[in-house]
């Protein structure tokens, strides 16, 4: 019954590929988020969605294409991946439109991505 | 803009020492402040939080005042254990829809 739960959990690739991750959260949450963690372990937010819109869209390289399909679900497609894509990528939810007291964040696990 | 920084580790102690992780902030209005904690291969969970001034967090030992004078909310645990190793960030939440993170820092408990 894992509330954030996203796959694969290790992505190794070539440069130049195209390749998706994808999320589902079980929480009734009506946000998701996908957040990039580098080697030094800083984390940076790349998108969310609430009830399947956009409302947070970062200075992310337009190879990065979130898609919604509805609340419980908010998956990433990289196109044209490049080496410094490499990274650990966590999906995340909460609930209400804002990061809030009452409505941290629940995170899944991550997706190791690697490019070669 | 709002931001958060935390102390730069990596952290080694030893079991039962006292832990501290420095947080100061930098926010518009009143934030409500969070520490995250990720243990080895996994997500962020969160840890404790606090909402106002003199508000404290707690959770599992751990605790967290919200200082406004001092813009602070330093992470303290009177004992850690080697289960505690982790990587600990501190956050911030001024209403814009997002969470602004520190850098993290690895704490490291040896037995």
């Known amino acids: 019954d894992t509330a954030v739960s996203q796959t694969p959990k290790y992505l190794v690739t070539q440069m130049g590929n195209d390749k998706s991750i994808k999320c589902e959260q079980n929480l009734g949450h009506d946000t998701m988020y996908w957040y990039k963690q580098d080697s030094k372990k800083f984390l940076k937010i790349m998108f969310s969605?609430?009830?399947?819109?956009?409302?947070i869209n970062e200075t992310v390289p337009n190879r990065f294409s979130p898609k919604s399909p509805d609340k419980a679900h908010l998956n990433l497609h990289i196109n044209s991946l490049e080496l410094g894509d490499s990274a650990v990528y966590f999906c995340?939810?909460?609930?209400?439109?804002?990061?809030?007291?009452?409505?941290?964040?629940?995170f899944g696990n991550g997706t190791r991505l690697t490019v070669t | 803009g709002n931001s958060v920084t935390q102390m730069e580790g990596p952290v080694t102690l030893s079991e039962e020492a006292f832990l501290t992780i420095n947080c100061t902030y930098t926010?518009?209005?009143?934030?409500?402040l969070f520490w995250y904690v990720q243990y080895p291969g996994e997500g962020l969970q969160l840890l404790l939080k606090a909402t106002k001034a003199d508000d404290k967090g707690s959770n599992k030992g751990f605790e967290a005042t919200y200082r406004k004078e001092t813009t602070s909310f330093h992470l303290e645990k009177g004992s850690v254990q080697v289960s505690d190793s982790a990587v600990y960030f501190c956050?911030?939440?001024?209403?814009?829809?997002?969470?602004?993170f520190g850098a993290g820092t690895t704490v490291t408990v040896r037995a």
């Open positions: 956050a911030l939440s001024a209403n814009d829809y997002k969470l602004s």
């Open positions: 969605y609430n009830n399947k819109e956009l409302i």
């Open positions: 995340a939810s909460s609930q209400g439109t804002e990061s809030s007291y009452n409505s941290p964040l629940h």
């Open positions: 926010a518009t209005g009143y934030p409500s």
